[in-house]
């Protein structure tokens, strides 16, 4: 993806934030190149957020060591990152406004979607609320939270 965010002021990186699929330092260099143009993505798949482990992913299984989930050959199978995760390295490399960017109104912009994305009068009340630490406190789905943490 770096080639073309120098290259191609046109487009909007997809970039998997797991520090898997590209490490901080390219996350730096990507946010360098291309501002604003970036959008984060899991390529999550069914064991993102359970830890370590050996889980079956329908006919596959996928075996997920320190953040990585590895097919039986040693190839990627997949992220396991969550959002909240992808948005707080994101941040440790570009600063919090850019990671939520990148993670809110950029991705809506590229689905033609400017409702979403942005908080406004009229708008849709889709929102996820984070703490300091980008942990996530609560989620609000059209107004109405669906989770909320406790002790957040």
Same mark, same amino acid.
Request: charged residues 15%; negative net charge; glycine residues 12%.
């Given at each position: ?10 487009? $909007?990186?997809? !970039? ?12 730096? &260099?990507?946010?360098? /190149?291309? *501002? ?22 329908? *006919? ?11 097919? *039986?050959? =040693? ?5 396991? #990152?969550?959002?909240?995760?992808? !948005? ?10 850019? /990671?939520? /960017?990148? #993670? ?6 590229? &689905? ?8 406004? !009068? =009229?708008?849709?009340?889709?929102? !996820?609320? +984070?703490?300091?630490?980008?942990? $996530? ?5 059209? =107004?109405?939270? +669906?989770?909320?943490?406790?002790? /957040?």
């Amino acid at each position: 993806p770096l080639g073309f965010a120098f290259t191609r002021a046109d487009i $909007v990186t997809t !970039v998997i934030a797991d520090g898997v699929h590209l490490d901080s330092a390219n996350l730096l &260099l990507l946010q360098r /190149a291309a *501002p604003g143009r970036i959008a984060l993505v899991t390529d999550g798949i069914v064991a993102s957020g359970l830890g370590d482990g050996v889980f079956q992913y329908g *006919p596959l299984t996928v075996t997920v060591a320190e953040g990585r989930a590895t097919l *039986p050959s =040693g190839r990627l199978a997949g992220s396991v #990152a969550t959002m909240d995760s992808s !948005v707080r390295l994101a941040a440790a490399c570009w600063g919090v406004e850019a /990671a939520l /960017a990148a #993670a809110t109104s950029v991705p809506a912009a590229l &689905l033609g979607r400017p409702d979403l994305g942005r908080l406004g !009068v =009229g708008e849709t009340g889709d929102l !996820v609320i +984070l703490n300091d630490r980008l942990d $996530v406190c609560r989620t609000m789905c059209a =107004g109405q939270t +669906l989770y909320e943490v406790a002790d /957040a």
